[in-house]
């Protein structure tokens, strides 16, 4: 069986680095403000897993109005979110990950982006694709005002009865 889940997330550009991105630490003058690290890929990735198991949200599972919540690192939720998964019977087969932003460049990062989320994910790199584009200028990510990632994620399985 295959299920297939999609995952959006968009978060706010502020003032001062590191850029917390894909599970890396990345130079910058920004950062993303959020309750969490602000990890939108991480997010956007972590929904996809868990709408394609039918388990629903990681608002519902992680709520920012929970202090153990803030700050955190959105890998390790990422995980919390796969052992749910898991527990279910089902197994991230690959995924497929498009971030759009006007200035943080995903290129030079790619290949660390990959072999992270791969470690979270449990597949191989080849199995994980992270991918960047502009808006074209346009609208309040052509403005530098914040970022959006979509996700996609499918899942093979289930290995066992639910
Ligand atoms: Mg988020």
């Known amino acids: 069986m295959t299920r297939v889940g999609i995952g959006y997330d968009s ?26 690290d602000g990890d939108a890929v991480c997010h956007a990735l972590t929904d996809a897993v868990l709408g394609a198991a039918g388990l629903g949200d990681i608002g519902a599972l992680f709520p920012d109005t929970a202090a153990e919540n ?26 497929d990950v498009a971030v759009i932003s006007e200035q943080v460049k995903v290129a030079p990062h790619r290949e660390a982006m990959r072999s992270r989320l791969a470690a979270a994910l449990g597949v191989d790199t080849r ?6 584009k502009t808006n074209e200028g346009m609208g309040w ?18 290995l066992t009865p639910a």
Do not use: C, N, Y
Not at 14 to 25: D, K, N
Not at 127 to 132: F, H, L
């Open 11 to 36: 978060h706010r550009f502020a003032a001062g680095g590191p850029l917390v991105l894909g599970g890396l630490r990345i130079e910058a003058d920004v950062h993303l403000d959020g309750h969490s």
């Open 70 to 95: 803030a700050g955190r690192d959105s890998i390790e939720m990422l995980g919390l979110a796969l052992e749910r998964v898991a527990a279910e019977g089902w197994l991230v087969a690959q995924v």
């Open 127 to 132: 199995d994980v694709s992270v991918k960047g």
């Open 141 to 158: 990510i052509g403005r530098g005002e914040g970022i959006a990632v979509i996700a996609i994620a499918t899942l093979k399985g289930r």
